[in-house]
């Protein structure tokens, strides 16, 4: 069964395939030592899109986080993810990802099959479960790009062209990996989206930015710029697009009135909240209730 939550505006997306594929469930062909089934990318301008496939998919998925922060669910637990992330999901693994921030978002994906995949992934490095990071490479991006003209074109050899760049991808993902970066600078960044986790825990509840910096093991100074030049905001900005996020949510599934909603997502001014909502939205809460209502 596959779910999209979605609240999206301004979206730009390119999806080819090899065979089509109408129920979203892709396909098993041990044929081939590799083929690429679909391949694509997603760019979006607004904040907020989640996809579960509860059953998963009958091939193997791989998505690249190119820009923004993403949230994944894999082995039961949750990640949120920095651009330059990416992970793998295997056949009929539940899937669980998307993007909770209202900020720019750039995923590139592909889906494959094929009797050497496993193979293939254990002599990349890519076995183990993730999530990996390999940084923001424009190579790693084009290589998708590639992918996507070989299928959409289907010239004559299209799909030993397309395994082929698939192949050189995760042997280009395998020595990002291998050659790591900086690890105090891994570490910080890690330690940061714990603070964001803490975040999408407790946005109801009052935060300091002195205890994100806690959570992160660094000074208020050196989070709040470490936080900004990873995210694109502030911590303050970040949680309050957070709670108007939860509070859009609250006015599309419940009938409570404003000033409850207001309430539960960390506001205990309602008019700083709606002069807060209406920046952000260009609809007042209420213009905005009278959609769900």
Not at 14 to 27: A, C, H, L, M, Q
Not at 70 to 82: D, N, P, V, W
Not at 269 to 277: E, K, M, T, V
Request: glycine fraction near 6%; charged fraction near 25%; hydrophobic fraction near 35%.
């Amino acid at each position: 069964m596959l779910e999209y939550i979605q609240e999206v505006t301004r979206v730009k997306y390119s999806s080819t395939y090899r065979i089509p594929d109408e129920d979203d469930r892709g396909s098993i062909d041990l044929s081939s030592f590799l083929l690429v089934n679909s391949v694509g990318f997603y760019e979006y301008e607004a904040y907020f899109r989640m996809t579960h496939r509860k059953e998963g998919r009958k091939d193997f998925y791989l998505a690249y986080n190119y820009s923004g922060p993403m949230t994944i669910r894999s082995k039961g637990q949750e990640h949120i993810l920095q651009p330059g992330s990416l992970f793998i999901y295997r056949p009929h693994e539940e899937q669980y990802y998307g993007h909770y921030a209202e900020q720019k978002f750039i995923s590139y994906w592909v889906h494959f099959t094929g009797y050497g995949v496993d193979e293939l992934l254990i002599n990349a490095k890519l076995a183990e479960d993730g999530p990996f990071f390999v940084g923001i490479d424009n190579d790693i991006a084009a290589k998708f790009e590639d992918m996507m003209n070989e299928i959409r074109d289907k010239k004559v050899g299209y799909e030993l062209a397309s395994a082929s760049i698939l192949s050189y991808l995760l042997s280009m993902i395998s020595r990002q990996i291998e050659q790591g970066s900086n690890v105090r600078a891994n570490n910080n960044r890690t330690e940061i989206y714990e603070s964001i986790k803490y975040i999408h825990d407790n946005y109801a509840q009052e935060i300091y930015v002195t205890k994100l910096a806690e959570i992160a093991y660094l000074s208020t100074d050196r989070y709040t710029t470490l936080f900004k030049i990873m995210m694109g905001t502030t911590p303050l900005q970040y949680i309050n697009r957070f709670r108007l996020q939860k509070a859009c949510e609250l006015m599309k599934h419940t009938h409570l009135n404003i000033q409850q909603i207001s309430n539960l997502v960390g506001f205990e001014d309602q008019l700083y909240f709606s002069r807060l909502f209406k920046k952000y939205y260009h609809v007042t809460p209420s213009e905005y209730l009278t959609r769900f209502n």
